[in-house]
Every structure is written in structure tokens, then in C-alpha cells.
């Protein structure tokens, strides 16, 4: 295969390559022009942005239904292990790398109208270069260890995107606590790193993918969930995804739409093969549970961004729901279509806090231009706003003729071809996610677009600039049934092509009726003002909360003591140790001082005394020997005749 690829698909390796490193290129340039030229980075980023798009889609239709091509690069080498950064080019990445590279150049592009004269342009174009790199490297990685590192760059460069706004507490808390649940997450993605290799001695998805399930692939794949558990926000680590509302709105748009919390559900998708039916089943009621809870908590959000961000929580589950129901083609198929709307969602809802902000300075009004309850009427004064919002929340909706229907039937159909009771509960949680869809989404347009004009009506509301409508018209299309399937209500089209998949029709035209039917009713709901809200849900069920209480009351003990042990036992050893050594050192030089000194000091004094003596012997004088003589001869006598 490799020999093949190197001779015959020089051009895509060119291709592909470029369409990684392109955006790379584009934050380096960023980082390297001066402040006093940043605008000219407002122009490069967005160039470089479309050229890795225009590459990704060359690689797209020159590529697309032909047969798997590796691309191999041997990265380090470790005893006689080689470890290599391969590429991986299938159908599954080109869609991939096309869906991330048109949705970056397009919020690059969107990003020139809305971060106008912010003061760090420079380091946001970068790391949203640098983003768009690391999410790229995630989708080509055809190793678990590099795609390992792409993951924390992506995890890294979030961080920096979310907390933009430095000036904002918030903004800083909100990245922080983004990192740190998605380190959390990382745990279990290391873990099943360490799994991986003692047990297949290889980082390779294609190797890995192989062979019968067996219980170490079950704790290894539940490890690897646990990381896509932290990246695409499920329950119970969901907790940062509506908090990072307080980074700019594009970066929301970037990483809710094809990035980030993308990349969980794409690596399941990629690894699918890996999980074991236990793992599947465990992705299937997390991803239920999450998709109940985003949607009950949407329902009752009154942030524009937030609601977007719950509906994000809860689509995302519903993927899993499909991955877990054994179809992940399903999941793809949502992916894709949850990547145009949901941009475009996140695009409109940037373009009306982008309009109230400059309505608000021209006519000195100070009110949150997050809070739907605030607006209300802009459909007058942003109709080309209103357009694309509206087309985009009929496909999140799930209503017939758009992209966002197909894709649902899609994962219907994937719990509908299960049997058991759990399935008919899991069907059953999938249709409340779908009524709840209906009502949050219409609930966010009549508040914001038809209800009754509130603290904007007299402010002078103009549409955005031409720069940022562009990108919404593009999503918006790509809302629409067509990007899917050529039939408005057969999912099975181009990317199902070789499938014999079908949605039954009794399902379609139920599914139908429901959507429509939930549709009428929330007209009548919220035009006639009787909605209401619960603390329970705007919190997110107090999952917040409780994670509070858990640090407070059962990790606060926990700190206490290991500072205990810390303070006392590890610094009291250390102390002690070092005190018993100081004693120690002070006994052995009084030792030596006074008694290993002094006895060498009491032999060279003795020495010294004899040597003295007997050099008084020995003066010189004659009358010294003469009595010396008469002294040893007396001495002499008394010893004799005694």
C-alpha cells in the first residue's frame, strides 16, 4: 500500500499535507508580525484558512469511495521500538478534514467583521490557527499516541480561546475549569494508552481495531470513553461546556460545530471496531442520560449562548446514542449536519449580540445583549439574521426538508433495529429529546426574532457587515435536506451510498407528525405567555452544585489531612532528620576537637618535652657535661651499693 501511494498518489500526500499544516502556517505568521501590523493578520488568517479548505475539498472529490491509503512518517525510535506518526486517509477523515477545514475558514472569515478592533486580534487569529491545526492532526492521526498529542494541543489551545477575554473573571474561571475536567477526562485516555501497549505493543488504530473482543479491550475502550466523556462535554463532566460561553462567539461556533467537542464522538466513530458490546451499552445510556439533560437544561436558559450550548450537550448524546445503537455511519451523519447548523446558530446568535452592541453604543444603553429576555422583534430589523437562524433552528429542530431531519432519522433508525427492552427505553428517551429540540428552539427564536420588542425596540439596530453574513449564508444552505440525501426524507443518499439501510416509512411519517405537531404546540405555548422555568433546570440539575458540595465537604477533609501529613509527618521527618543530623555533626566535632585532637596534641607534647630535655643535654658548655657526669656516676654508686 505504501509503495502504491508514494508512486501514484504523490498529489494527495501534497493535498493532505497542506491541509494540516496550512492553518500551523497561519499562527506561526501571526505570532512572528508585529503589533503595529496586526490588521494585516485579520487578512492573512482568513487566506491561509481558505487555501487548507480548498485543499481539503480537492482531497475530498479527488479521493472519495477509493480504497484506504496510509500515509507513514516514523516519528522516534525507543530500544528497538519504532514509533510512527502515520496518516490515515479514508472516507470517514476526508469528510472529516473537509467538515473542519470549511468551518474554520469560515469562522476565520466571520471572526474579521465581529473581532474588529479587539486589542489581542494577533494571539486570537493564532490560536484559532493553532486550533484548527490540532483538530486536523486528530482527524488524520492513524495513531493513538499522536492522536494523543493532538488531543491535549487541542485541549491547550481551547483553554487559551476560552479565557480570550482576559480582563473577564469570568472568561479565566471558565477556562480554567474547561482544562481541568477535560484533564479529567485525560485520565482515561492514558490509561488506555497504557492498556494498548502492554497488550498489543502498538499505537496503530489499524492494528488496534483487529481481532475478537476481550476483557482487557473492555477496560481499555471504557478507559478511552472516559476521555471522550471530558472532550465532548458528556454527563457527568458536561459542567465546562456552557461556562466556555464566556470566550467570543466564533470560538464558540468553532468548537461546538466541527472541533473539540467534536472529537470525541469522531474518535469513537473512528475507533468503533475497538469497543466491546459492554463499552457500547455503557456509550448508549451516557449518551441518553446527557441527551435528557441537555435538553431539559435548554429549556430553561435565558443566555442566548447557553441554550446553544445545552442543545450542543444534548445533540452530541444523541451521536452516542447511535454509535452505541451499532450504527456509527448514523453518528456521522449527525456530525456532519450538526456541523453546519449548529455554526450557523452560534454565527446568528453572535451577529444579534454583535448588532445590540454597537445599537447600545450609539444610543448609551447598558443591558445584558446575551438575555433573550432583553430582545424580542429583531426579525424586522435582522432579517438576513432571522433567514439563516431560522433555516439553521428548523434543521436542529428536526423538521422535514432539512439536513438536521435526515440525520435524526438516521439515529431513529439505528434504536429502532434493536431489540429488548433497554431499546425501547433508549427510543423512548430519544423521541423526549426530540419534543424538547422542538420547544427550546422555538422558544429561542420567538424570543429573540417574534415575541414582543423589549428593551431593543427603540435602539437603532442595524444588520452585521457583509464579511460576517457571507459565512451564515453558507451554513444556512448547508442546512438544507440536499447536503445530506437528494430524497428530503431518505437518509440513505451519497454518504450512505452503499448501505441498505432504511428508516421504515411508518417511522418517518410518525417522526414527522411528532415534530410538527410539538411545533404547533409551542406556538401556543409561548405567544400565549404561560411558559415557565425551573431553577432545577437552569442549573443544569445542580450538577454544578454538587460538584461544589463534593469539594467543600468530602475533598476539604481530604486536604486537611494530606496538609496534615504534609505539615507534620513529611516536613516533621524531614525536621527531625535534619536536626538528629546537626546533633550528630556537633557530638563528632567535639569528639574530634577535644578528645582525637587532643590525644595527638598530649603525644606531640610529651615528644616535645622529652625532645627538650635531652636537648639540654646537649648545650655546649663543659661544665654542663662535667656535672651531668658526676651526677650519673653518683646515681650509679647509690644504686650499687645500695
Not at 472529516?96 to 487569529?125: P, Q, T, W
Request: charged share 10%; glycine share 8%.
Amino acid at each position: 500500500m505504501e509503495d502504491s501511494f508514494q508512486h501514484a498518489h504523490g498529489f494527495l500526500q501534497t493535498v493532505v499535507l497542506l491541509t494540516l499544516f496550512l492553518p500551523l502556517i497561519s499562527f506561526a505568521l501571526s505570532i512572528i508580525i508585529s503589533y503595529r501590523y496586526a490588521w494585516i493578520v485579520s487578512i492573512s488568517a482568513p487566506l491561509f484558512l481558505l487555501a487548507s479548505a480548498v485543499c481539503a475539498t480537492i482531497a475530498l472529490f479527488s479521493q472519495w469511495n477509493a480504497p484506504d491509503v496510509l500515509m507513514k512518517f516514523n516519528w522516534f525510535t525507543l530500544g528497538k521500538d519504532v514509533f510512527s506518526a502515520d496518516l490515515l486517509i479514508s472516507n470517514l477523515v476526508l469528510l472529516m478534514l473537509f467538515v473542519v477545514a470549511l468551518i474554520s475558514f469560515l469562522v476565520h472569515l466571520y471572526s474579521v467583521g465581529y473581532m474588529a478592533g479587539d486589542k489581542n486580534i494577533k494571539r486570537y487569529f493564532a490560536m484559532l490557527g493553532f486550533f484548527t491545526f490540532s483538530m486536523q492532526g486528530i482527524v488524520l492521526s492513524d495513531s493513538l499516541l499522536v492522536l494523543f498529542v493532538f488531543w491535549e494541543l487541542v485541549g491547550f489551545s481551547s483553554y487559551l480561546l476560552i479565557g480570550h477575554y482576559s480582563e473577564s473573571i469570568n472568561a479565566g474561571r471558565a477556562s480554567k475549569k474547561a482544562f481541568i475536567l477535560n484533564r479529567i477526562g485525560d485520565i482515561g485516555f492514558l490509561v488506555c494508552l497504557m492498556l494498548v501497549w502492554s497488550n498489543q505493543h502498538s499505537f496503530n488504530i489499524i492494528e488496534i481495531v483487529g481481532g475478537e473482543p476481550s476483557e482487557w479491550k473492555t477496560y481499555a475502550s471504557l478507559c478511552l470513553f472516559f476521555g471522550v466523556v471530558g472532550k465532548s462535554a458528556q454527563f457527568p463532566l458536561f459542567t465546562w461546556l456552557p461556562d466556555a460561553m464566556e470566550g467570543p462567539t466564533p470560538v464558540s461556533a468553532l468548537m461546538h460545530a466541527a472541533t473539540m467537542v467534536a472529537a470525541g464522538v469522531y474518535l469513537v466513530i473512528k475507533v468503533f471496531p475497538f469497543f466491546t458490546p459492554v463499552t457500547l451499552e455503557v456509550i448508549t445510556i451516557i449518551g441518553l442520560v446527557t441527551a435528557l439533560i441537555g435538553g431539559f437544561s435548554a429549556l430553561a436558559q435565558f443566555d442566548i449562548k447557553k441554550i446553544l450550548a445545552y442543545s450542543t450537550i444534548s445533540q452530541l448524546g444523541l451521536m452516542l446514542i447511535g454509535a452505541g445503537a451499532s450504527m456509527p455511519e448514523a453518528a456521522l451523519l449527525h456530525l456532519l449536519t450538526h456541523a453546519f447548523f449548529k455554526a450557523c446558530l452560534f454565527l446568528g446568535a453572535g451577529a444579534v449580540i454583535h448588532s445590540l452592541h454597537q445599537a447600545q453604543r450609539q444610543a448609551h444603553a447598558h443591558f445584558d445583549a446575551q438575555d433573550i429576555r432583553c430582545m424580542g422583534g429583531l426579525s424586522k430589523k435582522l432579517r438576513w439574521t432571522f433567514a439563516t437562524f431560522v433555516v439553521s433552528g428548523a434543521s436542529l429542530a428536526g423538521i422535514p426538508f432539512f439536513s438536521g431531519f435526515l440525520s435524526k432519522e438516521a439515529l431513529l433508525t439505528s434504536v429502532w433495529m434493536q431489540q429488548g427492552y433497554f431499546s425501547a427505553i433508549v427510543f423512548l428517551g430519544f423521541a423526549i429529546v426530540s419534543v424538547l429540540t422542538v420547544l427550546y428552539t422555538y422558544r429561542l427564536v420567538y424570543f429573540v426574532f417574534l415575541g414582543e420588542s423589549r428593551m431593543v425596540k427603540e435602539l437603532p439596530v442595524t444588520e452585521i457587515p457583509l464579511i460576517m453574513r457571507i459565512p451564515l449564508t453558507i451554513l444556512a444552505v448547508g442546512s438544507f435536506w440536499f447536503v445530506v440525501s437528494w430524497s428530503p426524507f431518505d437518509f440513505s443518499g451519497w454518504l450512505f451510498e452503499y448501505s441498505k439501510t432504511r428508516a421504515p416509512i411508518e417511522l418517518t411519517i410518525g417522526s414527522s407528525v411528532i415534530i410538527l405537531v410539538t411545533l404547533f404546540f409551542s406556538t401556543k405555548i409561548y405567544r400565549s405567555g404561560v411558559a415557565h422555568t425551573s431553577d432545577v433546570l437552569r442549573n443544569g440539575f445542580y450538577v454544578d452544585s454538587f460538584y461544589n458540595k463534593v469539594s467543600l465537604y468530602a475533598l476539604t477533609p481530604i486536604y486537611r489531612a494530606t496538609l496534615f501529613l504534609d505539615r507534620k509527618v513529611i516536613d516533621g521527618g524531614i525536621h527531625f532528620s535534619v536536626y538528629a543530623q546537626v546533633t550528630f555533626a556537633h557530638v563528632v566535632a567535639w569528639v574530634d576537637r577535644q578528645i582525637v585532637d587532643g590525644l595527638v596534641h598530649l603525644v606531640a607534647g610529651v615528644a616535645s618535652g622529652i625532645g627538650s630535655l635531652i636537648r639540654s643535654f646537649q648545650g655546649g658548655k663543659i661544665q654542663h657535661y662535667v656535672y651531668w657526669a658526676v651526677f650519673a656516676i653518683i646515681i650509679f654508686l647509690i644504686c650499687v651499693l645500695k
